[in-house]
Each structure stands twice: as C-alpha cells, then as structure tokens.
C-alpha cells in the first residue's frame, strides 16, 4: 500500500489464491488481483481481475428425468418440402402442422441431468471510478465497466433454441427432439444442462446517490442504472463448422429470454424521528420481439412505482411498514414470443398491484 505520495493519496493492491477440489469434477486453482487508487481524496479510481471456477451442482448431474410441458414453436412447421433449406426438417411429412398437436404452443417433454457435465471456469474483468467531492457533500457516484466471460458454461437451452439448431443443424440437437414418424408431432423434447463453449456479457452499471438535511426531515436519493452491452452464447456446431453464436442484448424473441439494453431504479428516502417514506421507481427498457401480425416486433418498456411508508418504536425496539407495490397496477408488456402467457415471467411483475404489512422486532 502507498499512502500520502504525489498523486497517490492512496495506491492498495490485494492479490488472493484459492484451491477448489471436487469429487465429483476433479479440483482447479483460481487468482484475483485488485487495483484501487486514489489520486485525490474526491476520487477512487479501481480495477479488478478474477478467475472463477464452478463445479456442476447435484441436480445438473444426476436429477431424475421429469415430465414438463416445453413452450415453443417448430420451425419445422409445414413438413419438410416446405423447408428445404432446415436439414433437420428431414422426414417431417408435407402439411405438418404443429397447431394440430401441441395445444398453445406447449410442447411435451422431459427435463433430466447430465452426469458427463464439466466444471465451468470464468474471467472477470472490471473498471471503475467512485466519486465523492468534497464541494457537494452528501454526493457519491460510481461508474463500472464489467466483461466476464465463463468458458465450458453450464446452462440449459431452451426449447426454441434446440429446435432451431435442430433444424438448422440437424446431428446431435435433433437427437433431443422426438418425432412421430408417420405425423411429424413432437413427442417429446430432452432438456437438460450442457457445456456450451462460452458465455460472454459486458455492461456499465452507475449508482448516484445524494442525502441531504432539511427542517422536514433528512432524505436520500439514489439513481441505479445499468447498461447491459452484450449477453453472448457460444455453442460448438455439431456438423463441425464455425461455433454458433447467439447475441442476446436487446432482444426478447424467445420465450421466457427477455435481455433489455437498459435497467433501472430510483428511490426517494424520508426520515424524521421515528417516521419514514419510500418512493421507489422500477425500469425495464423495451427489446425486440418476434415479427408477426398481431403487434410490432417491440416489446414495450416499463416503469413500475412503489410506495411505503413506516413508523420505529423505540421503546419496543419494533417497526411497522405498510407499502403498496405497483402502484399503478402495471400489466406487462405484451410479448408475441412468449404466447400463450404473452409476458415473460421471468422478468416482468405480474401480480399487478398489491399491499402488504410487515412488523418487525429485534431481541
């Protein structure tokens, strides 16, 4: 450490080793080294570089195949004459038409480990700069550029994924799409966690905070927003070509796999003795959808609002909140790719508005 030298009111370097051993995955060894530096008292400027490394959990490698029902449209649709540029729509009979057999898109299938699941290993790199003038107190503000990219990743495609490399592929993903041969309906769809060759995302994520005092009682505000740049999946090619590439950022065109550019939230504190207020805003910007006829290949941004409000009592050392959330009662943006729910539930509310009381107490 360098402290109180010109241009370095502080200069801290960490380096740390670590020796991960697995029965199951065998063992790796893995570094971080840290950065920070501050040249003046305002400005904290830091720098990281870490490895990871992640064993594949008990139920990737040996949980129980299971019945599930998969949603997810056959691009096979309409047999093979009608798709003769989709290897895998091989032996699909002519006039197939999946609406026949798969009701709403649900597609029956089985969801099971893999027990020859490799350990997934990571590079993590980042930037930043933290802020805090002495000119504006109560202001702080960060900025920080990440990329990480985790290599053999564990993850599971979904159905539209292995259906589409299915047919554009054929080889092994048709080798997880059952048939009936004489009506082309999907049977049965394998779904469980494999290596793929890579995972790569970079972004920026900024925080700004100010608190402030005044004869009504101190408040806080606090802007989080983050930049989502890529999420990138690199699958090997089964036929042994270049590696397949699906950039997601951006784009919602697949069911329950929304990836917005931007998200957001701000909040608004109030405290005064014993009473206190929240407002709190909820960003989800817009991304793409599937084109179709129904509406524009946009799904549309959101904005959610949150609203509590709380008292402490100091002689029972206990605190009563009441709060509603969505305030506006928000449906969520319509989706094409995710019908028939039309929303994806893995990233929108979909309880609309709703109240809640909650009381707790120390001892």
């Not at 904290?44 to 959990?57: D, E, M």
């Not at 989709?86 to 299938?109: D, E, H, S, W």
Request: aromatic share 10%.
């Amino acid at each position: 450490m360098l402290k109180d030298a010109p241009l370095a009111r502080n200069l801290d370097v960490s380096l740390a080793l670590r020796y991960s051993d697995y029965d199951t995955v065998g063992g790796d060894t893995t570094a971080k080294v840290g950065i920070g530096w501050r040249p003046i008292e305002d400005i904290l400027v830091r720098g990281t570089y870490a490895q990871g490394f992640r064993a594949p959990s008990i139920l990737e490698l040996y949980q129980g195949a299971r019945q599930t029902s998969f949603q997810g449209t056959d691009p096979c649709n309409g047999g093979a004459s009608a798709h003769p540029d989709l290897p895998g729509c091989a032996g699909v009979p002519t006039g197939y038409n999946q609406a026949n057999y798969n009701l709403n898109g649900l597609i029956p299938g089985t969801i099971s480990g893999n027990s020859q699941l490799k350990p997934e290993t990571a590079d993590t790199y980042s930037f930043g700069v933290a802020l805090k003038p002495r000119i504006a107190p109560g202001l702080t503000a960060t900025v920080d550029w990440y990329k990480i990219t985790v290599h053999d990743a564990i993850a599971s495609q979904s159905a539209t994924q292995i259906l589409s490399l299915c047919a554009q592929q054929a080889g092994v993903f048709c080798g997880l799409v059952t048939r009936d041969s004489g009506t082309g309906a999907i049977t049965n769809l394998l779904q469980g966690s494999l290596n793929l060759a890579q995972i790569e995302t970079s972004g920026v994520d900024t925080t700004i905070r100010y608190e402030f005092s005044t004869d009504l009682g101190r408040f806080a505000a606090v802007v989080d927003a983050s930049y989502l740049e890529s999420f990138k999946t690199t699958s090997p090619n089964p036929t042994g070509g270049a590696p397949i590439v699906d950039e997601r950022a951006g784009k919602g065109d697949q069911p329950r796999s929304t990836y917005p550019h931007w998200k957001g939230q701000a909040s608004l504190r109030w405290d005064n003795g014993p009473w206190n207020a929240l407002w709190r805003g909820r960003y989800i910007g817009d991304s793409t959808d599937v084109v179709n006829t129904v509406k524009d290949a946009t799904t549309k941004a959101i904005f959610y609002n949150d609203l509590e409000g709380g008292y402490a009592f100091d002689k029972y050392d206990t605190s009563v909140s009441v709060g509603v959330s969505n305030l506006f009662n928000q449906a969520p943006p319509a989706s094409y790719a995710n019908a028939p729910i039309n929303y994806d539930i893995y990233t929108y509310d979909a309880r609309g508005r709703y109240m809640y009381v909650r009381v707790s107490a120390q001892f």
